[in-house]
């Protein structure tokens, strides 16, 4: 019984708020036709505020909605022009991967750019020439980012140099370097290209840029703690 008397007296509480408002309306509608020739100017005022700020967020989320569709068709665009994502590197195969860079080395103006990878490959991927003339071999690794390259895959790229009597020597893999790999590769000249350097690659960065970084770039301490807090699964 208590609960009935309590919901009764809320909904005529609910009833005299109702009556108290359209009350309120027809006086304020009441002034309001009584003092037109002086509120009119406010009126207006506000009607137009009103109409402006609708304008101005519709404006705006169109805005917006353009914004989004024209990121997604540059992101469109730039897969179909051959950009790949880390991600999408990741899952192609080894093939893949190596036609992959075979095209940026095109991109950036080396000539007589081969894929040769496969077996009796002699420990070169890609083969083709510099832009500046150079001959070079690429070997190519796609591994898991939780892997890391040896040592001794550098030592099996010097005996690839040296089999097909190239110039240079370009390492391009999905992952990092060793430091013993990293050190080798800077002790005799090997362009060794790391996922991050992978990745600016990727994006349009020039393959003759590289040699001023020589795998440098794989960070200190600190990054490499977070490269393993994100890949070592």
Known sequence: MPRRRRSAAARRRAGRLKA????GALIAGILLAANWATAWPYVTAVVAATTVGAAGRALWYR???ARRQDRLWREQDAIAAGHRTLAEVDGMTGTQFEDLVAALCR???????????????NGADVRGLLPDGRSMVVQCKRYAPHNAI?????????GALQHHGAQVGV???T???TRPAQDLCRQHGIWA?????????????????FPQVNGDGQGDREHRARWRNTYDR
Do not use: K
């Open 63 to 65: 805005d917006r909605t």
């Open 107 to 121: 991109r950036d103006g080396c000539t007589e750019v081969v894929r040769v990878g496969g077996a009796g490959d």
């Open 175 to 177: 992952t990092r370097f």
């Open 150 to 158: 040896p040592a001794r895959e550098i030592r099996d790229l010097m």
């Open 193 to 209: 290209v790391h996922r991050d350097l992978l990745g600016l690659w990727n994006s349009g960065a020039s393959l003759m840029s």
């Open 20 to 23: 108290l408002a359209a009350f």
């Open 171 to 173: 390492f391009v893999t």
